[in-house]
């Protein structure tokens, strides 16, 4: 028993000196659930765009180009567009430059046509370098251009004795005479206001509150539902990589020298093994932690989680124990190990979830520790305890382990 | 202290030691001299209870030394490979491996600390190992067989590879081990090794002990003739031919080989007679050397062969 704690507390002192593997192999998964967390993740907080650059140039300066302007004054389109008012020279050379998504050009005499009711159109140029922010203004203005057409129409006899004092110079205006024509528009629109308001049709926003499911699908959960499936998919790659001295140590005669020793064969397999199982758990536990405190994942029950990855990092330790005594050499180990690993992760549903694999990789997958660690993992962030897992890893972890030692035993016979 | 009788193992078809037979005594210090495929390294590795499969018996301190595993606890290997951990520090290292022997955990850091001392690698103790030149690492590879004061240490080509220095070194700490009681074999290609630090020599070739005792011992083998070592552009059979009937008590052919060949002569006049007969058979003689006895021509004596072949 001395010489076992010996080489385990050697193995584990030895990976913790040189832990550059372990921690680019921690790295990655991490790295891979932030990208494909941000990538697909749905953007619940502080995730909106910036505004719109939009040029104006007003050959108008009427009243209701300035209506327009206007528009874009209140706060809420404020977010939306960021309005730059120029001449149509320079409004032209910064869109060639592509420094705006669009740029809206108000004709001259666009007040005035309006009050006569008279066609008249507004020109958008768009930056055909954007996709769908020029289209967002297009619509926009197409929005305007309806309502302003609409007011026009409703307001045609009010606007026709407007536009009728605008003839003259603006010193002899007939600001007597606009008092009765504005009180006629507000009488219209007092008449409209008793029609439209209150409003018929409301607006109640609600969520679906159906048995288990949950109100909004956030970031978190993304991260909390990948990366158990990373956690595993990498702690097989770890456990393979310091398990693998098994071979190397046989290679560059340390398994010799141990062997001329006292220390006997099962001691320094149940040695291995345990360091494998040991470091297995160090390794899950530290992806644990970086993943509560980087992504705020949820894992659920800390100690069903403990349990879970325990049985994980036995089964593994006890495959690569087998792994290891069935090749031959170094090269051998490194050639099937990676593609080992992916194939248990590809069906095993590490690399995509569940719900979208065929059914052919889920019944495969059976036999992989990954859909039983992921399936224990998502029962224990729903507060149950993984039975059936635990099960099915510890079960077939102790079936590896017993061919595991026997494989062993041959192999430390140098 | 250790009895070998009639050792023999085979790999397939090619026997690798051949009823080999050896005593040593607490002290000695055995140099095995013999050239590659001799059985040298079969023989450590059986000794070491690393290798199975063989015949014979191996008797350490009257007691089967296969029989108990705790009686490698007086047994200290060196092997050829650098066994040890890169990561770790020398100190670690002899901590871990003295730690499998069974030594009181309270003498191992004293002992360690000793042996970095007596290797010269004390002010480095801490020091990853990876960071060691390769003389370091063979002292390093050295001590750790030394950690546990064994009875009896097997060191196979300890000296492989390192420099001058640290060979010295390594050649003192294993006359220091012998002179303090402990018993030691140890294998090598060097014959200035075994020259300087052996109290017995033993030669061995294809299996099997062709000579041994002290340096005296051997070269009287072959004599206080010189030897002749006559190189040029002939077939062997043709020099073994053209010198045959010169051999006699004054003339011995020791080794024949394309191009190269070896003589024991009693006297130096016999060297023009052995030129003059090359000369008429037409043989190009390219050099001549000519050698004091030495372990060396007894080496070729014995083996036929240089100890490099």
């Known amino acids: 028993m001395r010489r076992f704690l010996l080489v385990l507390g050697n193995d584990v002192r030895r990976h913790l000196k040189s832990p550059v593997v372990i921690l680019i192999f921690m790295a990655i998964p991490l790295f ?37 302007l206007g528009s874009f004054d209140v706060d809420q389109m404020k977010k939306m567009f960021q309005v730059t008012v120029t001449d149509e020279a320079e409004g032209r050379k910064r869109m060639e430059k592509g420094k705006a998504s669009a740029m809206i050009i108000v004709p001259e005499r666009f007040t005035l046509d309006l009050l006569e009711a008279k066609m008249t159109v507004l020109t958008v140029v768009k930056n055909p370098a954007e996709q769908f922010l020029p289209d967002i203004v297009e619509e926009f203005v197409n929005t305007m251009a309806v309502m302003l057409s609409g007011a026009v129409q409703a307001f045609a006899e009010e606007a026709r004795g407007i536009r009728a004092m605008l003839d003259g110079p603006i010193a002899s205006f007939p600001w007597d005479k606009l008092g009765p024509e504005l009180g006629k528009a507000q ?87 345990a360091s494998g199982w040991v470091m297995g758990i160090a390794v899950l536990l530290v992806m644990v932690a970086a993943g509560s405190l980087i992504f705020r994942a949820q894992w659920g029950n800390f100690g069903y989680f403990l349990i879970l990855g325990a049985a994980a990092s036995f089964w593994t330790a006890a495959f690569f124990g087998l792994f290891h005594a069935l090749v031959r050499n170094r090269n051998q180990a490194g050639a099937f190990a990676a593609p080992i690993i992916l194939a248990f992760s590809l069906f095993g549903g590490s690399m995509m979830n569940a719900e979208a694999m065929p059914k052919a990789f889920l019944a495969v997958g059976v036999a992989t520790p990954n859909r039983w660690f992921i399936d224990g993992a998502t029962l224990v962030r729903e507060g149950k305890f993984p039975a059936l897992s635990l099960l099915v890893l510890v079960g077939s972890g102790l079936v590896l382990a017993a061919l595991a030692v026997p494989a062993l035993r041959r192999r430390t016979w140098v | ?168 070194s390594i050649l003192e700490i294993i006359r220091n081990a012998g002179a303090a009681g402990t018993a030691v074999i140890f294998t090598t290609h060097q014959l200035a090794e075994v020259e300087t630090t052996c109290s017995r020599i033993a030669i061995m070739d294809r299996g099997r002990i062709l000579a041994q005792g002290t340096l005296d011992d051997l070269v009287r083998i072959v004599g206080e003739r010189d030897i002749v070592e006559i190189a040029g552009e002939f077939a062997a059979a043709v020099f073994s031919e053209a010198v045959k009937d010169l051999a006699g008590e004054r003339v011995e052919l020791l080794s024949a080989a394309d191009g190269l060949a070896s003589l024991a002569v009693s006297d130096t006049a016999e060297i023009p007679r052995i030129m003059d007969r090359l000369f008429q058979r037409r043989l190009a003689v390219a050099d001549i050397k000519i050698k004091s006895p030495s372990l060396e021509t007894v080496f070729l004596k014995l083996t036929g062969r240089n100890l490099r072949d």
């Open chain 1, 32 to 68: 891979m659930t932030a990208l494909i967390g941000i990538i697909f993740a749905p953007r619940t907080e502080g995730m909106e765009l910036s505004p719109i650059q939009l040029l104006l140039v007003d050959h108008d300066k009427g009243l209701a180009s300035k209506l327009l």
């Open chain 1, 187 to 273: 009488k219209k629109m007092v008449a409209a206001e008793k029609v439209l308001n209150p409003l018929l049709l409301g607006l109640k926003e609600e969520e679906t509150q159906a048995a288990g499911a949950k109100t909004r699908f956030t970031q978190r959960d993304l991260f909390s539902i990948m990366l158990p499936g990373m956690a595993i998919m990498f702690l097989l790659f770890i456990v393979q990589t310091l398990m693998r001295d098994i071979i190397s140590e046989r290679e560059d005669g340390k398994l010799r020298r141990m062997m001329t020793t006292p220390l006997r064969p099962m001691e320094l397999i149940g040695a291995r093994l």
């Open chain 2, 1 to 168: 202290m250790l009895e070998i009788k009639n050792l023999t193992k085979s790999y397939g078809d090619v026997l690798a030691l051949d009823r080999f037979s050896l005593d040593l005594k607490k002290g000695e210090v055995l140099g095995l001299l013999g050239p590659n495929g001799a059985g040298k390294t079969t023989l450590i590795s059986i000794l070491s209870g690393t290798l199975g499969d063989f015949t014979g018996t191996v008797n350490f301190q009257g007691r089967n030394l296969f029989a108990d595993r705790e009686v490698k606890n007086r047994l200290g290997i060196v092997p050829q490979d650098m066994a040890f951990y890169d990561e770790l520090s020398a100190m670690d290292n002899l901590l871990f491996w003295g730690g499998l022997y069974d030594v009181p955990r309270a003498d191992i850091k004293k002992r360690a600390a000793e042996l970095l001392e007596l290797v010269e690698l004390a002010a480095r103790a801490k020091e990853p190992v990876k960071n060691f030149s390769g003389g370091m690492k063979r002292r390093l590879n050295t001590a750790i067989g030394l950690l546990h004061k064994p009875d009896l240490l097997l060191l196979d080509e300890p000296t492989v590879g390192i420099d001058v220095q640290a060979k010295v």
